[in-house]
């Protein structure tokens, strides 16, 4: 049975339809990650599925309860990591866990035990006595981690848990993620807009553009459906035309100045194709990833319309007030 159903899920801020209709069925045990650009309607769907934000029109349920009519319940069952960091930097690791044990009800008998275990889950034990001010970004992350299961939510929802974190140490968090998921037999929902998180991390992910989902598998299957290899050449004035036609290419498009050919079977075809064209100043070979599937159903590129400036629902509503709206 699926713990997660969407149906028809919209939610709009005045004119603004930040999500248009997502319909989503995500099984127990699932690491599901939403992939978009800014603004494409991420936060705003995690933000409608752990109850914060009442959907516009359409419904949800997680583990069969609704979330407009079962909030209590729903909330009892998930956890959640916003974007923005909400530690308490003048606490130390073990008591910003202990505050949030006790909001949560965790009864005293098993509270430390659960507390060291989930240090534990993310090699935090021998700094649990620090306040979290001295700790890394990394640190803080693995310790919201951690925060967000203590209760033994049967789904965690993760709001760019790497968000401006250096690359090794966003690495680093894809494991602690995996290992979480994996000892805790939990359902991981994760909105990113980094596609080698999405494609490293997640079982199955849903690209998200402007409030829809366009496209739904797992990586290999979403980066199956270009039909094959990329083919990347430096080309002056390139025979758009004529490449489009060649029977073994199924997708031509340009980028910069460079001409980007999805073909199948390249390492048969490509001296065919080098021979149809004149002045190729470069040429490589790459496997596609979850960009060229974006990319290939949009026309843009997740990474250029990205901006560090991603707005949280929080953000968001204070920039928007901002604009005097
Ligand atoms: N509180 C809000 N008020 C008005 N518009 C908002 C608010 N929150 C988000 N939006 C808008 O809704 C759209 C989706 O935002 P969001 O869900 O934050 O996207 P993402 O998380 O994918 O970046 C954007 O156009 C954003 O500007
Ligand atoms: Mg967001």
């Not at 299957?221 to 004529?242: A, C, H, I």
Request: proline residues 4%.
């Amino acid at each position: 049975m699926a713990i997660i159903e969407t149906r028809a899920l919209a939610k709009s801020y005045g004119k603004i339809q930040a999500v248009r209709g997502i319909d989503l069925s995500i099984e127990k045990g699932e690491i599901f990650g939403l992939l978009g650009p800014n603004g494409a309607g991420k936060t705003t769907t995690i933000g409608m599925l752990c109850t914060i934000l009442r959907p516009s029109s359409g419904s949800a349920s997680i583990a069969g309860y609704d979330i407009v009519n079962k909030p209590a319940e729903v909330r009892r069952n998930v956890g959640i990591v916003f974007q923005d960091l909400t530690l308490d930097t003048i606490l130390t690791g073990i008591e910003n866990l202990e505050l949030h044990a006790r909001l949560y009800g965790i009864p005293s008998v098993i509270r430390k035990a659960r507390i060291e275990e989930m240090l534990d889950l993310v090699d935090l034990k021998d700094r649990a006595h620090d306040i979290t001010r001295t700790y890394s970004g990394g640190m803080r992350r693995r310790l919201e981690l951690v925060r967000g299961l203590l209760h033994r939510p049967a789904v965690l929802f993760l709001d760019e848990p790497t968000l401006g974190l250096d690359p090794q140490t966003r690495a680093r968090i894809w494991d602690y993620i995996k290992k979480m998921a994996e000892n805790e037999g939990i359902t991981v929902v994760l909105t990113t807009h980094y596609m080698e998180e999405a494609e490293q991390v997640c079982d199955r992910v849903g690209i998200i553009d402007y409030g829809r989902i366009i496209a739904l598998g797992t990586p290999e299957e979403l980066k199956d459906s270009l039909g094959g290899y990329m083919v990347v050449m430096r080309v002056n004035d390139p025979p758009l035309d004529t490449l489009r036609g060649l029977p073994y290419v199924s997708g031509v498009a340009l980028n910069g100045g460079m001409v980007e050919i999805t073909m199948k079977e390249a390492h048969l075809h490509l001296p065919d194709l080098l021979s149809r064209i004149r002045n190729v100043e470069s040429v490589e070979t790459r496997a596609p990833t979850l960009n060229d599937v974006f990319i290939k159903l949009t026309g843009r590129d997740i990474r250029e319309e990205y901006t560090e400036d991603t707005g949280g629902w929080v953000e968001s509503a204070a920039r928007y007030r901002q604009r005097g709206n």
